[in-house]
Nanobody, 127 residues
Framework: QVQPVESGGGLVQPGDSLRLSCVAS????????MAWYRQAPGNQRELVAA???????HYTAWVEGRFTISRENAKNTMYLQMNDLKPEDTAVYYC?????????????????????WGQGTQVTVSS
């Protein structure tokens, strides 16, 4: 499988915005769910958000409306728009393609990742 490629990270100040991109292979992109994860130093990798093939979106509770996941099928690209960034958002952000949302409710969901991980993009929020 071709690994997805993330981009868009950088050094920003608290309150700023960033948009991350993840470009994936066409066959995986069109037929599977995808997700964004992040990993801060010393922490485990954690799920941020997922999007289904039909563009249904799911967010981890702590996102609190600050992040928006989306996909652009014509470009085989998934995005994560991050607003009002905080220092605790500092992490390496990874995309995972070819997974599945195995269940969801109005307030929770489970994403089963595939083995298709990108190399990550660093986001640093600091004043």
């Amino acid at each position: 499988q071709v690994q997805p490629v993330e981009s868009g990270g950088g050094l920003v100040q608290p309150g700023d915005s960033l948009r991350l991109s993840c470009v994936a292979s066409g066959s995986i992109f069109s037929s599977n769910a995808m997700a964004w994860y992040r990993q801060a130093p010393g922490n485990q990798r954690e799920l941020v958000a997922a999007i289904s093939t039909g563009s249904t979106t799911h967010y981890t509770a702590w996102v609190e409306g600050r992040f928006t996941i989306s996909r652009e099928n014509a470009k085989n690209t998934m995005y994560l728009q991050m607003n009002d960034l905080k220092p605790e958002d500092t992490a390496v952000y990874y995309c995972n393609t070819g997974g599945s949302v195995t269940w969801y409710t109005a307030t929770s969901f489970h994403y089963s990742p595939s083995e298709n991980w990108g190399q990550g993009t660093q986001v640093t929020v600091s004043s």
